[in-house]
């Protein structure tokens, strides 16, 4: 058996199943990606919540795997070689996930950097910009007076939206036929614009062409419904 005890983390959160990959999360649009990802390539996992509530995620526990303090990040206790891998970035997550079991990223080269363009894409653009949006119209920022961050929010949304519209037009996925961790990266954060920023009227979302409907198609897999939910909060 693995032992994982050499990482502080598991001191904090221990692994009851050492041999199976750890995730330690929060079922935010960036810490959906993994468990949705996980769920849908069945590799066998244990969950562990990350409250921010608690700032577990500023402890020198978690601060040891992310020093950048933010979740997901996952410990494989089967690496490369064998041997035991932490990881943190949700894209960088993805990205090994889909290599280590070759699933949900294309063989072909070509095909395989589109997706992670996209990917890329998400983690520079829409996650920035949508959550931007969130706190200007949801959260503290709807307090402020100055209304023209929150405009500013609105109209980049929109046009990142517009462009994932257009990509998806005549597609039923990112990259067409097939799903891919361009979607998994993506479904999170649109949900969580319309739904949890309460932001849907404001870019317009139902004038959208090709969106909502690869919304609802991502929504009714059954594996992002399970992960949608990982790690149950407490």
């Keep these: 058996m693995t032992d994982l005890s050499r990482f502080p983390i598991t001191r904090r959160w221990p692994a009851k199943h050492p041999d199976r990959l750890q995730l330690y999360s929060l079922p935010t649009p960036n810490g959906v990606k993994v468990s949705i990802m996980l769920e849908e390539i069945g590799l066998p996992y244990e969950p562990h919540l990350v409250d921010f509530g608690t700032d577990d995620q500023k402890t020198p526990e978690f601060l040891s795997l992310n020093p950048n303090g933010k979740i997901p990040a996952i410990l ?38 589109e997706t992670l363009e996209w990917v890329h894409w998400q983690i520079g653009g829409v996650g ?19 209304k023209r961050p929150l405009q500013r929010y609105v109209a980049e949304s929109r046009r990142l939206l517009e462009v994932l519209d257009g990509r998806l037009e005549g597609r039923a996925w990112v990259m067409g036929d097939d799903y891919t ?24 979302f139902d004038t959208l062409n090709a969106v909502p409907a690869w919304l609802e ?8 419904q399970r992960g949608l939910t990982i790690p149950a909060r407490g």
């Design 128 to 146: 920035p910009m949508f959550g931007q949006l969130g706190f200007f119209n949801k959260f503290a920022g709807r307090e402020y007076e100055d």
């Design 217 to 224: 198609r991502g929504l009714a897999r059954p594996a992002v």
């Design 76 to 113: 494989d206790p089967d690496g490369p070689g064998g041997e035991p891998l932490a990881l943190f970035e949700s894209g960088a997550i993805l990205q090994y996930l889909a290599e280590k079991t070759g699933k949900l990223l294309p063989a072909d080269p070509a095909a395989r950097y």
């Design 181 to 204: 961790i361009a979607d998994v990266a993506l479904l999170g954060w649109v949900r969580n614009l319309i739904g949890f920023y309460e932001a849907g009227e404001l870019v317009r």
